[in-house]
């Protein structure tokens, strides 16, 4: 009878100890209540609790959490309608606050960071709202974190994820676009021709130089032989056009005048007698 009873005890015992073993995982902290009143924290590991009169209230999950903003609309400052969402990323910093602080954590950072982001794209116009993200982002995240300090959390990072304008802004939008993209391919295309007007007339400008050089040198050689600049020039003119005909292909045959040389040469020495 008497070893019944101690074998009894035992088990019971057993039980008992093995309900107070409490192993808690590597991303979690565990709350632990006494008469319905905060005892301890339980850290990951190996832990025990008096399990009679001790129990496990909330499992917090440490790991950075994210939560999806919905889709909401807002008001900017000149009256544009606007579809808005976002997602905000968090940590549990101190699991006490985050369960006995606040009563559902995800929903209060949620409601906070929508009528907070109202309030900061309400004060901006529609073009500053569709540019202004970065801004968004930074003023969203201090206000939050500051908001979120006391249920012991901490907000890591906040992003506007889509910013989606009414059908008749987006459409005037994307023609504005257009317009000032074919605007800037007339403008690079006028300043184009004018670069290659300007090349063209600085070539021709460098060509006729050289030509007044090149005709200022023959005209001095001649002039130092008893020659005729004029002369020599049409004589030059008068050759090429007698080579652009040859090399024409509508004419085969090309006839000289028996006597050019002597024409030719009457000319300079006529010229030069003058």
């Given at each position: ?12 015992a ?35 609790i ?23 609309g ?9 579809q ?34 109202r ?37 890591t ?58 005709i ?32 024409s ?26």
């Amino acid at each position: 009878m008497e070893a019944g009873i101690v074998a009894a005890v035992a088990f019971i015992a057993l039980v008992l100890v093995l309900k107070g073993v409490r192993i808690v995982p590597q991303a979690e902290n565990w709350i632990v209540e006494r008469f319905g009143r905060y005892l301890v924290t339980l850290n990951p590991g190996l832990n025990l609790i008096n399990p009679l009169f001790s129990r496990v209230a909330q499992k917090v999950d440490i790991r950075e959490g994210v939560l999806d903003l919905p889709k909401q609309g807002i008001i900017t400052k000149d009256n544009a309608s606007l579809q808005v969402d976002g997602i905000v990323y968090f940590k549990i910093m101190d699991p006490y606050k985050s369960y006995y602080g606040i009563t559902n954590l995800r929903w209060a950072i949620q409601n906070i960071a929508q009528t907070t982001l109202r309030s900061i794209m309400g004060r901006m116009t529609l073009d500053e709202s569709l540019s202004s993200r970065e801004k968004i982002n930074a003023e969203l995240l201090i206000v939050l974190d500051e908001a979120t300090d006391a249920w012991g959390t901490k907000i890591t990072r906040v992003e506007i994820k889509d910013i989606q304008p009414p059908e008749d802004i987006t459409l005037a939008m994307t023609l504005q676009m257009k317009a000032e993209r074919e605007k800037r391919a007339r403008i690079l295309e006028a300043e184009a021709k004018l670069e290659a007007a300007q090349r063209e007339a600085d070539a021709r400008e460098r060509l006729a130089k050289a030509e007044a050089n090149a005709i200022q040198f023959v005209a001095e050689s001649l002039k130092s032989t008893g020659g005729d600049p004029l002369v020599y020039l049409l004589g030059q003119e008068y050759v090429k056009g007698l080579t652009k005909m040859s090399e024409s292909t509508n004419g085969k045959i090309v006839v000289l005048p028996a006597d050019i040389l002597e024409t030719l040469k009457s000319m300079f020495s006529s010229r030069g007698k003058g």
